[in-house]
């Protein structure tokens, strides 16, 4: 029995063994595999794990997703784009100008086309911002799962998203997130009582507080640099 004579049903099945490169290479041999490997129905699971793999052609993003994980888990992370804009050098302004906006293009494109969203993971996704996080709120309704780690530039502002926006969700952590603070988590905890609220470490960070160049602290600047070292 040739492969092209087995269903739709049984093809997406083989399919969903495969890895996102193999997906696509399979679906390059003939007409019928290819539009196997673009039904939405094999999408409902999507995982990267550095922004460069954002911009390849090998997935599909559908109304049929329902996981999103995107983890850059990379010492560029700690070293580059988790520097303060203020603090960084011309070099490492340079290497995050390549890449900053991946995500948060990305997650444009999700929230116009993944209406059906039920978990978002982002870790060590050093540029994505409140908007980012407040735009997939809005147009993912359905989002049952928030996990934010290590994301530098998220603030309160997100949690404000989460109060506002947050009807169906369930649980949010918001771990490592520096910029994230006590009286935040408390106003979230307080008008979201019944979401599961995590923050292991975020309120007990040291958070950006870009000072006018003449009124830099000393004691500060040190703590930061060393903390990035």
Same mark, same amino acid.
Request: with cysteine.
């Given at each position: 029995?040739?492969?092209?004579?087995?269903?739709?049903?049984?093809?997406?099945?083989?399919?969903?063994?495969?890895? &996102?490169?193999?997906?696509?290479?399979?679906?390059?041999?003939?007409?019928?595999?290819?539009?196997?490997?673009? %039904?939405p129905?094999?999408?409902?699971?999507?995982?990267?794990?550095?922004?460069?793999?954002?911009?390849?052609?090998?997935?599909?993003?559908?109304?049929?997703l329902?996981?999103?994980?995107?983890?850059?888990?990379?010492?560029?992370?700690?070293?580059?784009?988790?520097?303060?804009?203020?603090?960084?050098?011309?070099?490492?302004? %340079?290497?995050?100008n390549?890449?900053?906006?991946?995500?948060?293009?990305?997650?444009?494109?999700?929230?116009?086309?993944?209406?059906?969203l039920?978990?978002?993971?982002?870790?060590?996704?050093?540029?994505?911002?409140?908007?980012?996080?407040?735009?997939?709120?809005?147009?993912c309704?359905?989002?049952?799962?928030?996990?934010?780690?290590?994301?530098?530039?998220?603030?309160?502002?997100?949690?404000?998203?989460?109060?506002?926006?947050? %009807?169906?969700?369930?649980?949010?952590?918001? %771990?490592?997130?520096?910029?994230?603070?006590? $009286?935040?988590?408390?106003?979230?905890?307080?008008?979201r009582? $019944?979401?599961?609220?995590? $923050?292991?470490?975020?309120?007990?960070?040291?958070?950006?507080?870009?000072?006018?160049?003449? &009124?830099?602290?000393l004691?500060?600047t040190?703590?930061?640099?060393?903390?990035?070292?």
């Open positions: 029995m040739h492969l092209t004579q087995l269903n739709r049903e049984c093809l997406l099945h083989l399919f969903s063994f495969l890895d &996102k490169d193999s997906r696509r290479s399979f679906s390059l041999t003939c007409q019928q595999l290819r539009e196997v490997f673009l %039904d129905g094999l999408w409902n699971l999507l995982h990267f794990s550095s922004p460069c793999q954002l911009r390849r052609d090998n997935f599909v993003l559908g109304p049929l329902r996981y999103l994980t995107i983890c850059w888990y990379s010492s560029r992370v700690l070293q580059v784009c988790n520097i303060e804009d203020w603090l960084k050098s011309s070099f490492q302004k %340079d290497i995050c390549k890449h900053e906006s991946l995500v948060s293009t990305f997650l444009a494109h999700v929230c116009h086309m993944c209406p059906n039920l978990s978002l993971t982002l870790s060590g996704c050093g540029h994505v911002t409140d908007q980012d996080v407040i735009s997939v709120l809005q147009y309704r359905k989002l049952r799962c928030l996990y934010l780690e290590n994301c530098v530039r998220i603030t309160d502002c997100s949690l404000q998203g989460v109060v506002v926006h947050g %009807d169906n969700l369930e649980e949010v952590k918001v %771990d490592f997130c520096r910029n994230i603070t006590q $009286a935040g988590l408390q106003a979230c905890k307080e008008m009582p $019944a979401i599961q609220l995590s $923050a292991e470490r975020s309120a007990d960070m040291i958070p950006d507080n870009k000072p006018e160049l003449e &009124k830099v602290p004691r500060r040190l703590q930061k640099v060393l903390q990035f070292s």
